[in-house]
Structures are given as structure tokens and as C-alpha cells.
């Protein structure tokens, strides 16, 4: 039986991924922000202080990606970065206050996307939904 490309489950992940993605940043550009850097706020909220290669890691991006998100977070004053105390060669991260007040509205975003995003499914189908989304990812990334 052959498929058509938009009943293929990939094509159909890449539409939901692109949607999502320009879900997000419509929103996000509402409070400041640029598509990368609402994770690093979410991840500063976990845990302060952080390395720059943590970060790196956490997002799976390239290093100098980290570094020129964190330039710009910096210069409108939502993350410091400090030394580390025992290492000078360790950049750590910090949220300043005015990155927690804008994590707190991230918060709220998300929270109304994830909302919109799963309107129309019952618990049972989001949870069902959640568990197949992670068996795909870690097909895909073992």
C-alpha cells in the first residue's frame, strides 16, 4: 500500500514540530524573548548557577550557540554570568530578577499552549500521546 507524503508519520511530526515551534515564538517574541532562550530560563529556574557546556548539553545545540543566546539574554539583562569560585575557566549562569519575573510569565505561556495544544484529547489519549512521543524519541536517538 503506498502513502501519500502528508499521511506519513514523519512529515506529519515535522507539521506538528513546525506549528508548535511557531506557536511558541509568536508568543514568546510577547514577553521578550527569541525561540532557544525560554529553555535556558525554564532550566535556570531548576537550577541556578549551571554551566555554560551544561547548558550546551541540556539543548543539544552548539557551544557557540549557548554562547551568543547567553550574549543576548545578558544585554537585556535576563541571565549574569560569574566565574566559578573554584575554576576561573567555568562560566556559570544565573537567572537575575528580572529573569524570574519573565520565567514566571513563561510559565503561564506554556502552561496555555500546552492547553491549546492538547485540546480535544482525554487524559487517557494525552498520556497515551506522551508515552508513544517518547518511545519515537528514543528510537530516534539511540
Known sequence: MEHKQDDALGYLLVQV??????????????????????????RLCQEQGVTQSQLVDDLCVEPPTVTKMLQRMESVGLVERR????????????LTPHGEAVEVELRS??????????????????????????????????
Open 17 to 42: 514540530c513546525k506549528a508548535h515551534r511557531n506557536r511558541v515564538q509568536a508568543r514568546l517574541s510577547e514577553i521578550g524573548l527569541y525561540a532557544g532562550q525560554e529553555m535556558i530560563l525554564m
Open 83 to 94: 566565574q566559578d569560585s573554584e575554576d576561573a575557566r567555568v562560566s556559570r549562569v544565573y
Open 109 to 142: 505561556i506554556w502552561q496555555e499552549l500546552e492547553m491549546q495544544t492538547t485540546a480535544g484529547l482525554s487524559d487517557m489519549e494525552q498520556a497515551l500521546l506522551r508515552r508513544l512521543l517518547v518511545q519515537l524519541y528514543s528510537n530516534l536517538t539511540d
